[in-house]
């Protein structure tokens, strides 16, 4: 693998979504492999004291990484911790003998383009029953389990510690100063979440049982109860998305960047059936509520990773920036 070639993959790469897109993560290229390792200075100490999400992120990344590779008729051997000494050391990719590649390879490698979080309505349409049965199978050969929330129990009990979570971060001051050092009103910025991608409307007020998160709660004026409109008038149409929890058996840094592979293989197959997605983690951010989801949908193991999954509305969407390969890639010669 050459230095052009190694650019390509961490262009790639660097498409993962991250945690506030702090796209927390720096690249070593040697040779025939791709060393991924996680950024501190990136981090977010108020929202994620113990690094999973940052982790869960990196591992988003190695997958794309991968993904990239297979794309251009490369194997790719995923390695995770590596280096037992240096826990920063995530993982390594390592390019192997050049192999076929396959249809389902090119819809991968070409879906890392277009993916892209959606935070507006879905269209009230069903997600397949077999494609989340496929994503479940995916997660599964990386030891990461899919559990659909279904049933209006599991569906009420979730939705209320989203919403409960999202209540106890607005009123944090630290995470509303840490939420705002990460949003960007210019839209040439590389990192951080840009206000274009928000939607302007307060999502508590939207007409949906599931709240995606605020990234302007510290801004907007106090809630105000408005008078009820008309009632002969029908009730507006409640979105509901398909709603999946990607867990591990354990919760270490190795469950964490298996989630973060799996997390991105279902991003990628997702895009390919047209679909669209964003995360409902509030509740996994507090230890409270994420002990909670645990115990009322009676899960044998940790959740990491709630999504509300559908059918995007609108053509495309706001694309988060992304830092210059640059900045993130350095070559050392092979020894």
Known sequence: MDQQQW????AAATRAPSVHNTQPWRFTAVADRLDLHRDRERALPVLDPTGRQQVISCGVAAEFAAVALRGTGVEADVELLPTPEDPDHLATVRAGSTCDV???DTALAEAIARRHTERAPFLPRAVPDEVVERLAAD?????VWLKAVTGS???VATAFLVSRAEELERSDPGYLAELERWLRTDPAAVDGIPVGAVPEEDPATRPSNWLVRDFVAGSRAPRTFLPPGDPAAPPPEVERPTVVLLGTDGDDATAWLLAGRALGRLLLTATTEGLAASPLTQALDWPVTRTRMRARLSLIGHPQMLL??????TQGGSVSGRRPVGDVLRFEPAR
């Open 308 to 313: 509300r999954m559908g059918y995007p509305s």
């Open 7 to 10: 650019t390509a993959v961490v």
């Open 102 to 104: 396959t249809p389902a």
């Open 153 to 155: 129990e599991e569906e």
């Open 139 to 143: 997660a599964g050969r990386l030891g």
